[in-house]
């Protein structure tokens, strides 16, 4: 244990000399040799600055998560053109899913790698992934290296979605945590926003698109580019973050030559010891739900949804910037409410109200309701998405595992939810063609519904509980 508190106390002393602390972190390792995570962390709190510099650093990753993510939904028109697939649903599938295909890779490696080599050192991996991949999908000419670059970057994607709300989760102190977590969905839902307002800025006139023109040949080059700006960004500062406190007392833990039980577990454990068998249940449907809950296909295929409520593709473009500000703003209503109202009622709240929304949206889109108050709708549904599911999908993923599985189980849960997004995003385009806009988002209607009785009578409050307590009562 002391090696745990001499790391945290140098990498936080090398970067504010003057930091308090350090020197209590410093003085404890000399003082206390069997103090507890969760009491490091309570001292920890005593410099909040340092905590939200590490989990914002870290939540960069979330930042670029988002971004990544959807700025291929903007591009589309545009490289459909300069790659002759605007008549090719397979290949317009390929190009819009492929990077789906390498989160699941990343998420699948993630754990694993985290619990070996620790959580900085993938946080940087990641970094590295989302700048060449940025630069590479824009530079090339050859649609299949454009894939293989989108596929790159989706490994980030996997990556950084896994270990992000963990890393922060982790260094937080458990009374500010669900806010300091949510600060990760905040920054994705500024990545998306980022994205689509770049998407919006760059793409000139996109009535009229001639393949010589500007948006053909150059704009969804500039889309993709924009984003290695932030992603140069988080590879620079993710080298002045420490170490997760839990990684380092599992590693002090193996040097020591502690017991087996102390070491970090692998999926044979995982899915082989019946205590762990109910979270992780519990984990993987709450991460599948926040896809099949159906509000990522607004971001996805922004072009359908907009156009059958009767918009053309400059008004999309519109619509789709102001879901983003919406998405911003009710993150932030998130975070100010995570603490206050707990996680379980923010997950009831989301999975109900949605089920209202798409119930009504599919109705009109039934009765040929178009105009202003289907965006509305769309608004609403992305408000009341941006408030609950969204964000706390990833606090209780990051709160309800065992420390000694949490690397291997959070990176299974993501793995499962990519699986989500994948299944979401094969299946709406034709889902869409059988069923109709309206009949669709019946179907995620009643999948809202099915998952809030599940939460009435599974989901459980985590609010102001640290870890150590979690594990206990989560898996007796």
Known sequence: MPVFYYE?????????????????????????????????LHIMKQSKGFIYFICIVSAMGGLLFGYDWVVIGGAKPFYELFFGIAD??????????????????????????????????????????????????????DFTMFNCARLWGGIGIGVASALSPMYIAEVSPAEIRGKLVSVNQM???????????????LAEDATNLPLDSWNVQMGWRWMFWAEAVPAGLFLILAFFIPESPVYLQLKSDRESGSTQQSNAAGLSELFGNKRYHKVLLLGIIIAVFQQWCGTNVIFNYAQEIFQSAGYDVNGMFINIVVT??????????????????????????GSLGLGLIYLTLGTC???HVTGIGMICLVVAAISCYAMTLGPITWVLLAEIFP???????????????????CTLTFFFPPMNEALGTYGTFWIYSLICFVCFVFFLRRCPETKGKSLEEL???LTK
């Open 403 to 421: 420390n000694r599985v949490r690397g291997i189980a959070m990176a299974t849960c993501t793995f499962a939810l990519w699986v989500g997004s």
């Open 471 to 473: 594990e206990k009562e």
């Open 324 to 349: 983003g500000i919406a998405n911003v703003i009710f993150t932030v209503v998130a975070m100010a409410t995570v603490e206050r109202l707990g996680r379980r009622t923010l997950m009831l709240i």
């Open 187 to 201: 920054t994705i839902v500024l990545g998306i926003l980022g994205a689509q307002i770049c998407n919006w800025l």
């Open 8 to 40: 945290i106390a140098k990498k936080a002393v090398s970067l504010h000399p003057k930091l308090r602390i350090g020197n209590v972190i410093y003085n404890l390792t000399r003082q206390h040799n069997n103090t507890t995570t969760q009491q490091h």
């Open 88 to 141: 090719q649903p397979m290949m317009q599938g390929l190009a819009m899913s492929i990077a789906l295909v390498g989160c699941l890779i990343g998420a699948m490696v993630a754990g694993a790698l985290a619990d070996r080599y620790g959580r900085k050192p993938l946080l940087i991996v990641a970094a590295i992934l989302f700048l060449t991949s940025a630069l590479a999908t824009g530079y090339f000419d």
């Open 365 to 367: 889109y039934f009765l």
